[in-house]
């Protein structure tokens, strides 16, 4: 009655995704991990009661695994993805899916060719509470028959290692917008301007930081997005459809705080764990579901067949 | 390496708690229900793969069942917490523990002579994020030293059905602001003053509505309550604590809705489940994992004794 | 074309009445000031362009003098009204009209004689912007037909001198307050309950600090209020009026503030200044416009007759 | 003791300054009026007290006009500022100061020629008081030693006039965006990219609306701008500064409604005299109290010569 994932990565996201798995979400366990930092997948390893194997191949091939997260970097998901196919088993990749437009087709047209829907992209903001709140306000035509005008986006972080550079921003960073734009319009991007501005003293030299970045759809949306990895104060997060006749914006979620000198208590989010966690174990939570035999709410358990992730809470593509 | 549950009551909260045992509490699955009305029992327990019986003590003493869950009427709870102390079967007893004084006292008495720390009351506040971080500010000595002056309550309830009473007011709703008051401020209750005030015209003619409430702990300060079972706008509740250099208040958790015709969109909650369902989330994944074997983090599986619920996460008394 | 005010008592409040009339309201100026610090009413009385006199009756009887502002102590406010009605003056008395019922009652039985109304008390709150929305909302029946359950108030400053006592706390904080609810509910209050909780340590032994305040009104609505004199944090004023079938809040004014190390950048009030001197402005513009013969909006100036302000923007009684 | 002001333009802007300076304003009247409109301009002047002339002109030369304040249409703008500067009297001209960029340059060189600082231009944003925190904030260094990065505007209205063009939103509108961001940042503009995006169906079918319009600074900074002048839903104008440790926000001023039927009560602004009413007024104030010999604080009275606006409180350019 439980299925047993794989995971293939065991850094910040990685091992907090294992433990969401074994200890939180409901109908999941791991049963194996890989990492290059060996010594870091035995320790996640033991502490879920799953193998660590040497090769992360072994992950996506062990007969116990019957579905994989892919966590490690990158520039290796894709051929993850498609060993993962190969293998017939359900995949939730982090994103990006890759990283060349080639890759990616490439696992697309694995994935058509193999007839089933095997992977979903990790992009945990479809799951939060207020990006569906946003997309039901945005649906019930309460800002003007949804058409929607312009879309305003924020995004940044406090800080980033040396080694993130100018184009990672967008590849790492503005592709939540991309895809968050494409599943609120419902429509694809057509165009792209980056514009540079003045650039933050704490931004390594070769960084530039923050950035604008101008989309527009194909029925001419303006989706207007500020990335900025050097922010300093907090990870903050925001987004405003403007519609014919109103504006809905993603709920900014300040905690409460002591207030006292003279300062109303209000706090910001200090990073992406305490911003999106629970996205994140919604979006766990679903894709597991999905995967597996759970008895609720009314599925059919013990059917045998390796389980078709049908319906999949959302798709990356 | 799963806890089986067992759940007496399947109304409204108690169905909610089986969905969530079913399909979403990591470590657990529901194995036996209840209720008087045996058709819904019958309903739940076919979704959720569970046996229903035809007594609520059959719940208990099936052996199947490693802990129970309470949520029948009130006054049939102490009987039940009885039952499962006999039994030997950790519970988790929905507020309130007893209707009467006496009954309260017995099931604690029980509860000692066991040796054993069994039972937890449903106080689900305590497992809410806004007041854990309210309790956090308190005793970080933030708002002076942790030195509390006044706590200023709001319990209001958008309405209720005709047979609400007056003194359910208090040992149902206000009930849960007296162990809020408890867990913050760590003392007891010494006094306690009820006051009516006008009467809404939405109440019952029974029934008192809305009442101040004000309760004093042992080193003087003061608790202000209103309690407002019929305020037909939402579900709002609402706490500060008033320190000597400074305040803290609980969230309110409004959420983003369309800002139209010249009202800026906030939603205020519709009712206790979608203001608390993370707090009931967080509560029964806790008292899950602490009743039965799961691997994470650290815990000692295959014991074979019955599972000793500690550190307990919290307890009502 | 202008009104020329005679203004007792120079400290804080009555220096800042004295620059606004001034410099800042139309169709007023000041023409003669008293303090019992004379060094005080000199400087201010030069700023001002205005004459400084040795007794505050001169002041009163000043043949320049066409209106009185009284901010002297409160002790002194009874007399002095009465010498204005023998002069037939209109006076602005800052609160409180007497520090006796006896006094207070003198006063009002002098100006019901005299047939005409010439005393307005400075309950500047019927004058912040806040507060009228509030009543608007009321009045407009939106929270059920005007029908009120309760008021929640709560008056805090961050600190008093050492003289202030614990009555004070009523006769000078909490009338703000009891003005208020009578003003917003259109009733009186026939009932008190004061309540003594935990005490600061930042009040002085003598001060019972903070206090609740009961109040009933002769329907049965109970206003609730705190008052805490030493809070620290800020000036912090707020009220809640409850409905049958909605809330309306007065707006707790925080202002923009750097977003910085994680804190949500708002700043509170500092003090009085601060929250009310957008209301103390109003009242000021009211009250000289009523007084003098000022060209708009409508008024027939030049009548030579002593001004009668009528319509008298406010009453305090 | 009271400066005598002209107002050309008896609009609903011209009206509501002239009401102001009349009836709100220390140390000033309105004596003489124009508009094209005799029936209005013979309305306001007769409830102001003034004079209504028959030419723009007339008003500009009347002996007993000491200061003039311009708000007729845009282009007949410079013409009577530099009539105004021919007579030797101060003049606030409403936005913009001409709409070509020859004319603005004429008046910028004769109001050097005359060696006198006469001519401040109505932008009243550097007079509201979240405007001024957000730049006490910025210059205080707490977002990071004034360095600043990137500025987001948005200039929303419900609504225009059929004859408004997608040109006047950039000279009308977003000239204030201009202003604030040479006011806050002190510095030039020195680039500017507008970029259309899907049109709103309530704007007419000549007018780009809305517009995105991007500025760069000389330092880098890019001021992101959105300007729609058909949003429907009330006024709103923000600004956020982003700092390389910090950002502030503009104040978005909402005002308390009732929270009824699952809605937290909160009002946006209607238009723009809801918004910047309190701005208008503290322009005007400071505007006339520099024009004339006010007493307080501190200026000499009498001097005979025409008031040299000097410090003036802010400058157009």
Redesign the interface.
Known sequence: ??VTVGVVGTGSIGSDHV?RL????????VGAVFDVDTARADAVAA???ARAHADALDVVDDPAVEAVVIVSPGDTHAALALACMTAGKPVLCEKPLATTGIDALTVLAAEVASGRRLVQVGFMRRFD??YL??KA?LD?G???EA????L?CIHRNPAVPPAFTSDMALTDSVIHEIDAARWLLGEEIVGTTV?R??????AAGHLAD?Q?V?LVTG????V?V?V?RN????YDVRCEI??????????VP???????????????P?DWGERFG?AYHAEL?QWS?ACGP?????RT?GTGTPPPPSPRPTSGR
Chains 1, 2, 3, 4 share one sequence.
């Open positions: 009655m439980t433990r074994s200890a939180r979400v409901s109908g999941a366990r502490a879920a009661g509470a207020g709140r946003m306000a019930s309460a800002i003007g058409l929607v005008l312009v305003h514009v501005t003045r650039r933050s003293p704490f923050p604008l101008l029925s001419g949306v303006v207007e500020e900025f922010c300093r104060y907090g403007v519609g014919a006749t109103g504006t809905v914006s993603l709920e300040t905690t409460g705080a002591p207030t006292t000198g003279g300062v109303l208590g209000r706090a910001v200090a629970g939570q579901t759970a008895p609720w709410p009314g358990p």
